[in-house]
Nanobody, 115 residues
Framework: QVQLVESGGGSVQAGGSLRLSCAAS????????MGWYRQAPGKQRELVAA???????KYSDSVKGRFTISRDNAKNTVDLQMNSLKPEDTAVYYC?????????WGQGTQVTVSS
């Protein structure tokens, strides 16, 4: 069983920065894809950034150049550095891990960006 715990959300003004962290515990292998999704009120959950199978990195077009995902396989953590935040980045951010048979999700952390 895998557990994911996010931290680092909060409120910030537009143009500011936040760093989200996700710690994974359980049966973890470094090859497992990990990433971040977000869900804004009234909208579907969407991919923000992911460390995919094979190690490639993927970003949504809306965050490219502003957000950076980083992974520490020794600590089983994945972080999301968010810079130049915009009000439209306001959402609950979820950490996810796929163990090649199932997706696991964290409880989510709120990010609120005010204009």
């Amino acid at each position: 069983q895998v557990q994911l715990v996010e931290s680092g959300g909060g409120s910030v003004q537009a143009g500011g920065s936040l760093r989200l962290s996700c710690a994974a515990s359980g049966s973890i292998r470094s090859i497992y894809p990990m990433g971040w999704y977000r869900q804004a009120p009234g909208k579907q959950r969407e991919l923000v950034a992911a460390s995919e199978l094979g190690g490639s990195i993927k970003y949504s077009d809306s965050v490219k150049g502003r957000f950076t995902i980083s992974r520490d396989n020794a600590k089983n953590t994945v972080d999301l550095q968010m810079n130049s935040l915009k009000p439209e980045d306001t959402a609950v951010y979820y950490c996810t891990l796929n163990d090649l048979s199932k997706n696991y999700w964290g409880q989510g952390t709120q990010v609120t960006v005010s204009s």
